[in-house]
Every structure is written in structure tokens, then in C-alpha cells.
């Protein structure tokens, strides 16, 4: 009888470890956790670059990486509860918890709200109220701007490339911890990451043409797909991240080593945009992709790593 009763702990034990797993792994995606991730490590550098941050607090890098998630983390769960019939139909989303039915409405949006606020409270507590005031204008922005008009126009795109630079400033703002500074480097931080988006994302659109058509999405700049003139766009923004690219060691944030590192950066995404041009094809597509996720982490440790003392 002892036997018995303890195998069947052992199964209780078992599955509630398991529960507990799969709940772990459906807030993961949930929030989009690897989305997530990069959108906060943006925030985590331009703090860091900020030029009164000379020496690097652990515990201010972990709540600002905590507070700057869990935020992020709200606006993605909003996307994934307002797309919860789109992402049923789509191929790449249809296993998110909200759109599988693992998780329901009602909790994802308890998540965003809790979330959301208790992010933001991290902000502004520890560090300013302007960051946790921008870090909420990008949640609202992405959440029920560009969210909604990714189904009626392209421009979405542009709208959703600025919540998707605004780390950078929310960084920027926590450094100063809301004394009076100059917002010129985070300016062009943002700008730096608001042009990266553009290549990145069409080449994101372009693999996943099929998948987004069958969803209503309108993602790139062309209404017949995957064109020249799509590819012709992401030469253009590619080549814009050249001189924003220059801003950095110009305004005295980083060193020549630097700037040499992010001209590579940026001239290799060039050649991967003209080959997509060249190619038209989905493998082409694929590159640009891949090289967009390595570019932004490579060009901003460079910046950091080659930061100058303040003047």
C-alpha cells in the first residue's frame, strides 16, 4: 500500500512539475520572449551609454532589464490578445497560447495589465518618471496603434518602428534618473534602431508573405508582395543607417574602432539588400533577416565597448 501511495506522489509531483513547465513556456511565448529580449538589451546599452553612467550597477541593469520586460512583455500579450483569430490562422503563430486556447483572455489580460503596471512602477521608482512615461506611450502605441492598422495599411510599419526604438530613449532617460541632461545621444540611439527596423522587418515579411496575406496583414511597401520595389525600399533604409551610423563617434559617445565596426556593420547590410534585389528570392530574403538579428547586437556592444569618458 506504501508503494502505491508513494508512486502515486511520485506521478502527482510529475505532472505538477509538468504543468508547471508548460504554463512557463506558454508565458514565454505569451510575452515573445527572444522579441522581448532585444527590445530590452536596446534600453539595457543606451543606458549604459548614457555619459554619467561610469561605473555599472548590477542591481540598476537587472530592474531596468526587469521593468523594461515586463512592460515589453505587456505589449506583446495585447498584440497576441487583439490577433487572437489572425494568429489562429497563421502557420508560424497558431501554437501562441492565446490563439491555441491554452491560455484565455481573460488571464493574458490580467498579465498585460499587471504587468504593464508594475513595469512602468519599476521605472519610475528606480530610476525617472520619464522613462516609465515613455515606456507606457510604447506600449499604447504599439499595442492600439500599429496593431490595428497592420491590417489596413503598410504604414504600419513605419508607426511600429517607433515603439520599437523607444528602448533606446527609455535607456537614455533611466541613466539620467531625471536630472537635466541632453536627449541628443539617445535621439540618435533611436534613430539608429528606428532605420534598422525597416530592412529587418520587410525581409521578415517577405519570408512570411503567405502566412501574412492569409491573415489580412499589410506589411510591405508594395500591395502585389514581394516586388523590386520592396527590395529597392530596404536598400534605402539600409543605406540611411550609414551616416546615422557616423552620429555616435561624431557627438564624442564612442571611439574610431567603434565607427569603423559600424560602418562594416551597415555596409554589410547593404550587400544583403542589393542581393535580395538582385535575387528576388526567399533565401535572399532569409539573409537579410539573419543579418539584421546579428547587426543591432554587434553595432550597439561596439558602441558600449568603445564608449568615451565624458568631456
Known amino acids: 500500500m ?54 555599472y550597477d548590477f542591481v540598476s541593469i537587472v530592474l531596468l532589464f526587469l521593468g523594461g520586460m515586463l512592460v515589453t512583455g505587456s505589449a506583446n500579450a495585447i498584440n497576441q490578445i487583439a490577433e487572437k ?5 497563421m502557420q508560424r503563430t497558431a501554437k501562441r497560447p492565446v490563439a491555441s486556447g491554452r491560455m484565455s483572455v481573460q488571464e493574458a489580460t490580467a498579465f498585460a495589465v499587471v504587468g504593464s503596471l508594475l513595469g512602468s512602477l519599476i ?19 504599439y499595442g492600439f496603434i500599429y496593431t490595428p492598422l497592420k491590417k489596413v495599411n503598410s504604414t504600419a510599419v513605419l508607426v511600429g518602428a517607433i515603439p520599437g526604438a523607444l528602448p533606446c ?12 541632461f541632453s536627449w541628443t ?46 527590395a529597392v525600399q530596404t536598400i534605402i533604409y539600409s543605406l540611411l543607417m550609414i551616416p546615422v551610423g557616423i552620429l555616435p563617434y561624431i557627438m564624442g559617445m564612442s571611439g574610431m574602432v567603434s565607427l569603423w565596426i559600424v560602418l562594416a556593420a551597415n555596409l554589410f547590410m547593404v550587400a544583403q539588400c542589393i542581393r535580395l534585389y538582385i535575387a528576388m528570392d526567399v533565401k ?3 539573409r537579410v533577416m539573419f543579418s539584421s538579428y546579428l547587426y543591432l547586437p554587434v553595432v550597439l ?9 565624458p568631456a
Open 85 to 89: 483569430e489572425t494568429d489562429a490562422v
Open 301 to 309: 556592444l561596439a558602441l558600449l565597448a568603445d564608449k568615451l569618458p
Open 123 to 141: 521605472l519610475a521608482w528606480y530610476f525617472s518618471w520619464q522613462a516609465a512615461a515613455i515606456s507606457l506611450l510604447s506600449l499604447f502605441i
Open 2 to 55: 506504501t508503494q502505491h501511495t508513494e508512486a502515486g506522489s511520485d506521478r502527482g509531483e510529475s505532472g505538477s512539475s509538468l504543468q508547471w513547465r508548460t504554463k512557463l513556456k506558454d508565458y514565454g511565448q505569451l510575452i515573445k520572449f527572444t522579441l522581448s529580449f532585444m527590445v530590452v538589451f536596446s534600453s539595457v546599452i543606451a543606458y549604459m551609454l548614457a555619459p554619467n553612467v561610469v561605473a
Open 284 to 286: 535572399s530574403a532569409r
Open 185 to 230: 545621444g539617445g535621439w540618435i540611439l533611436f534613430a539608429m534602431q528606428f532605420l534598422w527596423q525597416f530592412p529587418h522587418f520587410w525581409a521578415i515579411a517577405w519570408v512570411a508573405h503567405g502566412d501574412y496575406s492569409k491573415a489580412g496583414f499589410k506589411l510591405l511597401p508594395s500591395q502585389q508582395g514581394p516586388t523590386k520595389f520592396t
Open 169 to 180: 530613449l527609455i535607456g537614455w532617460a533611466a541613466a539620467y534618473n531625471g536630472d537635466d
